[in-house]
């Protein structure tokens, strides 16, 4: 019998300060730097996102996910065999966060490693997990999405600053013998690397570089719209199902407009899409699994749906996982 692998409970996290874009306007202002409600609303669909308290970090936001889809899927954290991170916010420069995490959840002993892919963070980590379950390697693994980007903007810069927020997102991935996970297709292009960045590195005690968010926003919009199609018709060939068989597409949630443009290539009217950008703002490698779990919560997504995550941001990277729900 094949040995597949599913998704057996959902969690999430989001810090409680929630800054709306009225808020935004105010704190750019005091700065001297103007923005819009109007602006934001329409270039991007976000309305809200939040931001982390001092003293809160990753592996925080991580763990309470954790906890959250532990608690969904009904198994204690003793049975958990693999802890998979994405983030591109780690709490420190090593370890990883995952190993923080791990500790944070009393657990020891298992392997807990990040991943770091930007905002696709999440579909390579759940790749990666899904593979490692299915050669035997784990049968049940935490896979979280976590990140605290407010650390890493520029408050200066209106093109950014007003884009990102903070949270995390989890899975309980567990082995099965039917396919949860149906395909999974994973790229990186790193000829882009100065499209979407954060140049800073440390040497010798100091940061050198610029350790704030770059990003040529119109560069990383149309690379996105095009590379998201071909990965979910990459993945549904794989599967050999067609785009009518999709009951929800959660794609990075960073641009409604990029949404928009996903759904109509792949002609799903928008009410089969989840949407939380509006609420959360862009969390990176956390937005998939956050929107996920609002969608499970929410009663939209049910099981046995057939789910389409897609991520795409900087290295550049992307890619798509097929799921049986
Ligand atoms: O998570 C990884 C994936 N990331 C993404 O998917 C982001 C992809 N890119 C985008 O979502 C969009 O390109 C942005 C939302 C970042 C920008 O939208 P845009 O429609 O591409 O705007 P733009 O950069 O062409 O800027 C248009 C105008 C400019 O003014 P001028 O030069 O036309 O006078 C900007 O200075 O909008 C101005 N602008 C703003 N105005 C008010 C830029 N940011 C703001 C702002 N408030 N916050």
Redesign the pocket.
Known sequence: MNRHSRITGTGSSLPPRRLTNAD?VEL?AARG????DD??VE??GIRARHFVADGVFSSDLATEAARRALEAAGTDPASIDLIIVATSTPDMVFPSTAAIVQHKLGMAGCPAFDVQA??SGFVYALTVADAMIRSGSASKALVIGSEVFSRLLDFND???????GDGAGAVVLEASDTPGILATDLHADGRHVGI?CVPGHVNGGQILGDPVLK???????KL?VGVLEEAARTVLAKAGRTEADIDWLIP?Q??I??MQSTARKLKLPMDKVVVTVDQHG?T?AA?IPLALDHAVRAGQVKSGDTLMLEG???GFTWGAVLVDF
């Not at 730097?33 to 819009?36: G, L, P, R, W």
């Not at 990003?215 to 919009?221: E, I, R």
């Open positions: 935004m750019l730097v103007e923005t819009s602006w934001i270039r991007t930007v905002c209106r093109t950014t600053c007003v884009l990102f979407l990003m040529d926003g119109q560069a990383v919009f996105a990075h960073a641009n407009r990029i862009n990176s937005s795409v941001g900087g």
